[in-house]
């Protein structure tokens, strides 16, 4: 009795292990299939760069107007553009596929232009920083720790 009593034992120790497992590999699934992932603080920083692909680089690598609009925008503005702030469709689909209202646009100034200019900070719903240079034919993701 003694023996059958161990397997016994084992066997549910096994199969509950076995549980722990697939549960974690489903809740992991679930997760990702709805498009949630876990916040990063506000500190962290800027992207995931496995899931974009997007390079990152230091805000400090940027213009030093980048930095003053990162400023402006971490105190809610007030903005020198009426289009700061505005949804940003990623029409191009050069950032991570999101919902429509996922990101929001601001512009950052260049000296000497009487435009906008071509130069935008994009923020993302889950703390996410892009710059582009070039009116978004490319993009680089920006850690704003740097």
């Known amino acids: 009795m003694p023996v059958t009593s161990s397997r016994r034992r084992v066997t549910i120790a096994l199969i509950g292990l076995v549980a722990l497992v697939i549960g974690g590999w489903l809740a992991r699934d679930l997760t ?84 906008r200019g071509s130069r935008r900070l994009i923020t993302g719903a889950h703390h996410e920083l892009y710059y582009t240079g070039d009116h978004y034919q490319t993009f680089v993701a920006v850690d704003p720790a740097h």
């Open 32 to 115: 990702r299939g709805t498009g949630q992932q876990e916040r990063p603080p506000a500190s962290a920083p800027a992207t995931a760069p496995g899931r974009t692909g997007i390079p990152v680089r230091p805000l400090s690598s940027l213009p030093p107007q980048a930095a003053q609009t990162w400023a402006l925008i971490q105190r809610g503005g007030p903005f020198p553009s009426s289009h700061d702030g505005v949804v940003f469709e990623n029409r191009e689909h050069r950032l991570p596929g999101e919902p429509s209202g996922y990101y929001h646009e601001y512009t950052v100034p260049t000296p000497g232009s009487d435009d």
